[in-house]
T-cell receptor, first 113, second 114 residues
Framework: EAGVTQSPTHLIKTRGQQATLRCSPI?????VYWYQQALGLGLQFLLW???????NRGNFPPRFSGRQFPNYSSELNVNALELEDSALYLC????????????FGPGTRLTVL | AQSVAQPEDQVNVAEGNPLTVKCTYS??????LFWYVQYPNRGLQFLLK??????LVKGSYGFEAEFNKSQTSFHLKKPSALVSDSALYFC????????????FGDGTTLTVKP
């Protein structure tokens, strides 16, 4: 069974640019989650998508947005990049239900110069 | 609001000794609790979870965790540590009524010395 995949592995942008990160969930999973893992700050919840709808978002500004496609893959867009957006962005997927664990991808390392 | 606390940034144990990584939580409803492990340069991997039933749950790689409702704790344990257990461990909580949002602790770095 293929795991959660993310692309690109690394992304280098300059301040003010836009970044697009992509995620493909495990087959059969309808929920996709995005997290930011900045150095020393643990995992911060960004967004949760299920069945194509945004179900919840964390305490991040509106320039962090995303969408989920009909095949349940997802993309995260970060507009007007700031230096502090440099972090590892993790995508996870799960089946529906609070009791389901999440399966994480390897992450995209975003560096903003 | 739900929250998770991992009071120790770092835990050091000798190989062969028992290990404990602590986690306490706060939710307004019934908690669903999870432990994940992150090895260097790899994504997070699920270890175990508590949903309901027995307070002692067993997971991957010989790890187990004990749910204590009165102390709102979910400590991760292993009877005999291995050097290969060295990694970053995260505790997470979901509230039953809010199916999607997981709140993670800040993580505890476990170092097992030979």
């Amino acid at each position: 069974e293929a795991g959660v995949t993310q692309s690109p592995t690394h992304l280098i942008k300059t301040r003010g640019q836009q970044a697009t990160l992509r995620c493909s969930p495990i087959s059969g999973h309808t929920s996709v989650y995005w997290y930011q893992q900045a150095l020393g700050l643990g995992l911060q919840f960004l967004l949760w998508y299920d069945e194509g709808e945004e179900r919840n978002r964390g305490n991040f500004p509106p320039r962090f947005s995303g969408r989920q496609f009909p095949n349940y893959s997802s993309e995260l867009n970060v507009n007007a990049l700031e230096l502090e957006d440099s972090a590892l962005y993790l995508c996870a997927s799960s089946g529906w239900g609070s009791y389901n664990e999440q399966f994480f991808g390897p992450g995209t390392r975003l560096t903003v110069l | 609001a739900q929250s998770v606390a991992q009071p120790e940034d770092q835990v050091n144990v000798a190989e062969g000794n028992p290990l404990t990584v602590k986690c306490t939580y706060s939710v307004s409803g019934n908690p669903y609790l999870f432990w994940y492990v992150q090895y260097p340069n790899r994504g997070l991997q699920f270890l175990l979870k508590y949903i309901t039933g027995d307070n002692l749950v067993k997971g991957s790689y010989g790890f187990e965790a004990e749910f204590n409702k009165s102390q709102t704790s979910f400590h991760l344990k292993k009877p005999s540590a291995l050097v290969s257990d060295s990694a970053l461990y995260f505790c997470a909580v979901k509230e039953g009524t809010n199916a999607g949002k997981s709140t993670f602790g800040d993580g505890t770095t476990l170092t097992v010395k030979p």
